[in-house]
């Protein structure tokens, strides 16, 4: 059985067993939907953090997780412990990604040299794991927000000896993302933000996190790393307010800098729930602007205000992302699906990290089977086509084309009758749309 008492996790399909049987019900990693395999749409990836480190702490209350590799107490023995439980554990899953943060994998020393060399020790392990299980890296990045140097950010900070500290920081990272042939950078800016206006320089703050940025891109073109560099966007938490607020500010921020032929963007469910928005919207929005890089695939509490990184479960939420990654054609050329996620509280054995992988694995290959069928049937692409249909000819096509002013518009409508406009207009008829796209679910489903 190896180190976890779990055996593979196998295909079972939907009448499989019992709702606490280990197994799964729609995730078939080589069925073919919409013309390439379910593993290949959905690129599943373990995140380190979540997965191994979290110990399931809240605000009050210390952890109640069991894991196997708590037996070390020594924490670099510890660290590379879970190296082989953590491989085990993807292999047992039939994933074929991890991500992590530098931190994640390995512990600090006093210097950054003594961290670098923890770090090396564990990642020559990490390599060997990789090497015989055929595991990639969907992504790595370096953790800029938990050590308390880091209160005030890492880019972002007041203090230009903790900045430098954290340009070599991301350099080692670097290395280490092309050493294990990372397919994706990631930043994420814990704490890159601000929590009053009255003591920042909110201009000069950006100012150098772009250059950060510039930096790193400019240190992996130097060494040969070939990765999409990624921005996570999230609006708050832990700081009152993150640079990086959501999809649209984050673009806004590349575009700004000239950052935009470099970055991409790395979505999560949660972050688009604090920023006020749907997970579909963050993922629409990268998708028709060009910058859809890669997903976290988690959700939270929508009663409650902060990052709650549930495994997903919702699958109204979870087709209507895959319904955008379909119509993208892919979530990326390099991205995927990690679990930001970790188990409730409640959850606390050993076997629940498998239950909670299995849940937001199936989760979103039921939304991957929903939204296929909707494709396949072209519902919403029609829907969509015939709301907007008076932009096809006439005046509206003209319009499109840019080839009117406000004269030849006013000249256009100037008289025109209230019952004419009226007439121009149709019922959305949302309530039906709701409904069919529930109906698909109940039938796509039915039919898996």
């Known amino acids: 059985m190896g180190l976890w008492s779990v055996d593979k996790i196998e295909y079972i399909g939907r009448k499989g067993g019992t709702p606490e049987t280990l197994g799964f019900r729609y995730y078939d990693a080589d069925k073919v939907v919409a013309g390439k395999k379910m593993k290949d749409w959905l690129r599943f990836g373990v995140a380190w953090w979540h997965t191994f480190n979290q110990e399931l702490v809240d605000p009050f209350g210390t952890g109640t997780a069991q894991r196997p590799y708590y037996k070390y107490t020594d924490p670099m023995d510890q660290a590379l412990a879970k190296v082989d439980y953590a491989f085990e554990l993807f292999t047992k899953l039939g994933v074929e990604y991890f991500c992590f943060h530098d931190r994640d994998i390995a512990p ?28 990639k890296l969907l992504w790595n990045t370096c953790s800029l927000f938990t050590n308390p140097r880091y209160f005030a950010g890492g880019a972002t900070t007041p203090y230009a000896d ?169 979530i990326g050329p390099h991205g995927g699906l990690n679990f930001d996620s970790k188990p409730r509280r409640s959850s606390f054995e050993a076997e629940d990290l498998f239950r909670s992988h299995i849940v937001g694995m199936d989760t979103f290959a039921a939304g991957l089977l929903v939204a296929a069928k909707m494709h396949e049937d072209g519902y919403i692409e029609n829907v969509q086509a015939k709301r907007y249909e008076s932009f096809d000819s006439g005046i509206g096509k003209s319009i499109e084309e840019g080839k009117e002013s406000l004269a030849s518009l006013e000249s256009y409508a100037l008289d025109k009758t209230q019952a004419e406009l009226i007439a121009a207009e149709r019922s959305d008829q949302l309530e039906v749309v709701k409904a069919s796209i529930n109906n698909y679910i109940v039938d796509a489903l039915a039919e898996a």
């Open 108 to 135: 600090e020393g006093d210097t950054l040299r003594e961290t670098n060399a923890n770090l090396d020790k564990v990642v020559d392990k990490i390599e060997e794991n990789m090497k015989a299980t055929g595991i």
């Open 162 to 330: 903790i900045y430098a500290y954290a340009g070599g920081q991301l350099k080692k990272s670097l290395e280490i993302g092309k050493r294990l042939g990372a397919e994706n950078y990631v930043f994420w800016g814990g704490r890159e933000g601000y929590e009053s206006l009255w003591n920042t320089q909110m201009k000069r703050e950006q100012d150098h996190i772009a250059e950060f940025y510039r930096m790193g891109h400019e240190y992996a073109k130097e060494i040969g790393m070939d990765a999409q560099f990624l921005i996570e966007p999230k609006p708050k938490e832990p700081t009152l307010h993150q640079y990086d607020f959501d999809a649209a500010t984050t673009v806004a921020f590349l575009k700004t800098y000239g950052l935009d032929d470099i970055f991409k963007l790395n979505l999560e469910g949660n972050h688009a729930n604090l920023a006020g928005h749907t997970y579909q919207h963050e993922v629409r929005y990268a998708r028709e602007t060009g910058f859809l890089g890669s997903l976290d695939a988690n959700q939270g509490d929508k009663l409650i205000g902060w990052d709650m990184d549930e495994f997903p479960s919702d699958l109204y939420d979870a087709v209507s992302v895959m319904w955008e990654v379909l119509a993208a054609g892919g």
